[in-house]
């Protein structure tokens, strides 16, 4: 199993850029895919979530309207579309999948995260700075 970010960058703030997650190794059209953000000095945090088990998409209140997850199955591959970008957006961006299928969104949020959701890859750099 192996998922790889990348697309990240230095943008001003109010830019945009968008991310991928290309994953391999197993049923990606089946797990739930969730995108995080580790900003120095600060612990990993969980941004966005999609499950299509469950159906559904899910953002934190800080990104909401402003990022958007997405998902095309036939290139194994995860985005996520960031918009109005702002310096606090600033961080090294991951995505992981869920252990299980039975996985969905319920976790990705919380403190205990890592124990639902995994192989994180190297992640991709965001800078937002004017």
């Known amino acids: 199993v192996q998922l790889q970010a990348s697309g990240g960058g230095s943008v001003q703030p109010g830019g945009s850029l968008r991310l991928s997650c290309v994953a391999s190794g197993f049923g990606f059209d089946e797990y739930t895919i969730a995108w995080f953000r580790q900003a120095p000095g600060k612990e990993r945090e969980g941004v966005a979530c999609d499950s299509p088990g469950a159906g559904h998409t899910r953002y934190v209140d800080s990104v909401l309207g402003r990022l958007t997850i997405s998902r095309d199955n036939s290139r194994k591959t995860m985005y996520l579309q960031m918009d109005n970008l702002t310096p606090g957006d600033t961080a090294v961006y991951y995505c992981?999948?869920?252990?299980?299928?039975?996985?969905?969104?319920?976790?990705?949020?919380?403190?205990?995260?890592?124990?639902?959701?995994?192989?994180w890859g190297q992640g991709t750099l965001v800078t937002v700075s004017s």
């Open positions: 992981a999948k869920g252990f299980r299928q039975s996985i969905g969104c319920q976790y990705y949020s919380g403190k205990g995260y890592y124990r639902y959701y995994g192989y």
